[in-house]
Each structure stands twice: as structure tokens, then as C-alpha cells.
């Protein structure tokens, strides 16, 4: 097997995406262009965002201070985890109320403390910190980009200051490429009659999904990608603008799949039904136009590391994705190998015209390298 991509399991999704990234040679430099969503795609966004957790811990340190916050409707239903009282209270409300906790601040503040946060946080059921929740195969895509002289972006519906804030230690992406949802900022002057800017409560135009990442991608940065990288119905439309490139894009589908060892759900973009897949290519070595990879098995590493005994035990459900974006639904028992075979699905639920066939052989668990044992999807802290 190449040394490359080693976290992603062999097939034809890895096959794919190496096939693209070697066609991609014959894109011009400024052409290559690469956006990657953040939550659910580069890390784990369950159960709850980072980001929300985030903000309700601000809150907590805020009531600490004043208990009396801790009586405002919006801010009583964040605290007790009340569901139904944020719908009825509405969900905007509620965002505006936490964004709240930071108005007037400038970016140099607010940006330490979200590093004060990141520094402490450790993730509320798998117990580990910032870094244990990023996934690592995406990070080895990254990297393999960077080696192609990939401009890349993070294209996120969560804030835009947030995730510029850690976007170069996790990822090595400079804060200037990202796009999120924008926050509006005031100009002011400090005490010593310095020009400053300070956060506002109000949003800039659209929360950054669906249509709205190619608006703000190309508002703000204004290039149009090869390779785009998603989990959810947000990220529909850039994964199928980097298909319309006329080079020839690719799509990449994170599915999630792995309720053992992270979590496992369906996203809109699973059950859409929209998005077009017309086969394009970068070179005559690469005939499809999308992937997919599920981040639980059929990737390396996922968090801790597991015996073969309990490895070779789990039944597991593969998804495969093969030329032309046509999925292959699998389910295979390690115990006793045997196939129960479904027509394979598109990435969108179109039935495909054959039957899948593809097993892994019992007791192993043939994942990037990994063979009958556990690996961990994430990077060790």
C-alpha cells in the first residue's frame, strides 16, 4: 500500500482521491484550490459543537459573577440543557444572547479567551482534549494538498473568529482563510486614543451555510475550488461547485458510521436528493467525481486503541464509494464473513444498477494499515 493517506482504509474511496490529488498536477498552482467544512468534517462535532461549548462556559464563568444572568429565559434554558425552551424561545434569540456575553470586546480579547478555553477543554464524553477530536486522515489530506501547492480553506457555519483562532495550530490554515459566519465589529478608540475595533451583537449577512458558503468564499476570498470537503446538507453546494470546476473537481462525503467508537448519524446531505454528480475527470486516471469515507471503520485511528479479540468481534456495516459517486452498503459479520449484499446506493439514495459484493475476511479489520485491531480515527494528544 503507498505510504500516503496511511489512516484511510484501502478502496476505492482512498483509490479516488489519490487518483485526484496525482491528476491535480496538471492544474495550474493559482487553480488548486481546496475548502474543507470544519464541524463533523476536520473534528468531532457531537454531542454538541465546540464552539456551543464554548459559549456556555463563558456563561457559567458570567453567572459565577452575577447569578442574577442565570434568570434570563434565554440563558436558564442554555444552562439546564432545555431543548424545548430554546426552540420556543427561538434559536436566533438564544445565539444573539450568547454572542452577547462578548459585545465590546476587541479580537486580541476575545481571541484569548477562546485560547484560555481550548487550553481546558476536553470533550464531554470521550474525554479527551482539542486535539484528540481531530480527525486524523484529514489531517493527512491536508498535508498531502500542501505537498501540491494546494491553497486550502476552512469553510465553516460556525464563527468566523472562533475557528480563525485555532485554524493554524490544529490545521495549519492561516486565520485569513477561513469563512464562517461573520460577526459586525464597531470602530472605537482605546484610552490612549488608539484606533480599535470591538465585537457587536449583530450578524453579517446569512449564517455561512448552503448557498451561502459560495457567496462568502467568493466575497472574501474569491476563488473557486477543486476539492471540497463536507458531512452535512450545508455543505451541499460547495461540494458540488468544486465538481463543476471545469478542471474537473472532486467531492468528498464524510459519513459517520461508528456509534461504538465515536458517533453514528445520518446528515442531510446522506438523504438529499439534488446534488448533481456529472463524471468529470482531471486526468484520464481518474474517472469520478465524488467520494466518500465513513470516519469510524473504515478509517485508522479512532480513539483508543483496542485488542484483535474485540476488534475481530464487531459486526460492521463498510461504505464504499466507487467511481462515479455510486455508494456499495455492505454488511458484514467479522465472526463468520458473511455478505448480506444491498443494490448500492449514490451518495443522495439513487439506486445504483448492481449489486454490492465487497467483504472483508473474518477476524480482520482492514483499515489504513491496521489489520485485527481497533485504531484510533483521532490524533493522540
Known sequence: MSDRLLSWRPGPTRDAILAF???????????????????????????????????????????????????????????????????????????????????????????AAVDEFLDRYR?????????????????????????????????????????????????????????????????????????????????????????????????????????????SGGDREMLEWAQASRHGGLAVLVNHDDAQREFAYESQAERSRTMSRSPRSLSDSVGSSSACNATGRRSSRLHERRTSAAAAAEPIDLVECVRFGLWRLVSCGWATAACDSSYGLDVFGYCAIAPATRCSPAGTLSIGGCASRGCDLHQRT
Open 21 to 111: 490529488l496525482d491528476g491535480s498536477r496538471n492544474v495550474p498552482i493559482d487553480e488548486r484550490v481546496a475548502y474543507l467544512d470544519n464541524d463533523g468534517t476536520m473534528w468531532c462535532e457531537k454531542p454538541s459543537y465546540v464552539q456551543l461549548d464554548f459559549f456556555v462556559d463563558a456563561l457559567r464563568q458570567r453567572t459565577e459573577d452575577d447569578p442574577s444572568l442565570a434568570d434570563r429565559p434565554e440563558f436558564a434554558a442554555v444552562l439546564g440543557g432545555d431543548m424545548a425552551a430554546i426552540g420556543e424561545i427561538g434559536l436566533a434569540k438564544v445565539a444573539g444572547a450568547l454572542t452577547a456575553l462578548f459585545d465590546g470586546q476587541t479580537p486580541s480579547q476575545f481571541g
Open 123 to 231: 470533550h464531554r464524553t470521550l474525554g479527551v482534549a482539542l486535539r484528540g477530536v481531530v480527525y486524523q486522515p484529514m489531517l493527512e489530506l491536508l498535508g498531502e494538498l500542501r505537498s501540491l501547492d494546494f491553497t486550502v480553506g476552512i469553510v465553516t457555519g460556525g464563527g468566523t473568529e472562533f475557528v480563525r483562532q485555532l485554524s493554524k495550530p490544529l490545521y495549519g490554515v492561516e486565520p485569513g482563510m477561513v469563512v464562517g459566519t461573520l460577526i459586525g465589529y464597531r470602530f472605537d478608540r482605546d484610552d490612549a486614543g488608539r484606533p480599535v475595533v470591538r465585537r457587536t451583537v449583530s450578524q453579517i449577512g446569512k449564517a455561512n451555510e448552503g448557498g451561502a458558503k459560495l457567496e462568502n468564499i467568493q466575497s472574501q476570498i474569491g476563488r473557486a475550488p477543486i476539492l471540497a470537503v463536507g458531512n
